[in-house]
């Protein structure tokens, strides 16, 4: 990570190609089987535009995005979304979620990064922040 | 039923320990495309000062799900999964977690506010490990809409 931060600064980016099998993927590991995620059917029954990502899928792989560039996980003092807008998942195409991080926030011992994730030109996370240790 | 107010402040039993596995880990972090090595590759957390592979940071759900599913189970709550929406997640870490760390969470609701026919439910689980240090607290806001 490096040492010298100025806000507005892109510390970390990537787009992330999510498909049915990630979905199914996630509810194996993180236990959480709404069949909205993966039954075509109930989510048109429950009024739903189709499949959708777990919001905490989308978390998960958003600030997975970041850790590399901080190298020690460890600094992750506090991590907090909104769920704005769903990522509908097509069965055939997916659904590609694009993230960038952006220092948002400097002092001399923390930093505030701001995540911007986005599908199909529609940010899909709201006041995603993430705080980090410096020293 | 619509949501109970009397819900707020309630706190529930702590979790039973939870025991976070080495391959648990892997998979979670394989799951959110985790690509850093510190996630699966045992040397990579040592050279870190880690004991063990380091959950991604919202592994942490994992946890906080044995308490939402407290929460869900008491009879007089009138939260219905079906109607509840995720609205907002957070997360406050001392550390990481970290592979055999054994892990007990301790729910409190924080806020409930009527919206509508329906609430917006605030709960906190803190998460601590087996020497009791606080380890994480996972703050979760959930938007349950009113009957029909």
Known sequence: MS????????????????????????????????????????????????????????????????????????????????????????????????????????????????????????????????????? | MPVNPELLGRAFAPTPPYLVGREKVREFARAVFATDPQHTDVSAAAALGYADVVAPPTFAMVIQDLTMQQLLAEPDSGIVLERAIHAEQRFRYSRPIVAGDELVARLRVTGVRAIGKGAMVTSEADVTDADGAHVVTTTSVLLIGGEE
């Open chain 1, 3 to 135: 040492d010298v931060l100025e806000i507005g600064q892109v510390v970390a980016e990537r787009d992330v190609h999510l498909t049915r099998e990630s979905l199914v993927r996630y509810a194996g590991a993180s236990g959480d089987f709404n069949p909205i995620h993966y039954r075509d059917d109930v989510a048109a029954r429950v009024g739903l535009p189709g499949v959708l990502a777990h919001g905490m899928l989308t978390m998960g792989l958003s600030i997975e995005t970041l850790v590399p560039w901080l190298e020690d996980s460890g600094r992750i003092t506090e991590y907090g979304v909104r769920f704005t807008r769903p990522v509908v998942v097509h069965p055939e195409d997916g659904a590609d979620v694009r993230v960038v991080a952006t220092v948002g926030a400097l002092d001399d011992e923390s930093a505030r990064i701001d995540l911007t994730v986005t599908h199909a030109d529609t940010t899909v996370l709201g006041k995603a922040q993430v705080r980090i240790r410096l020293v």
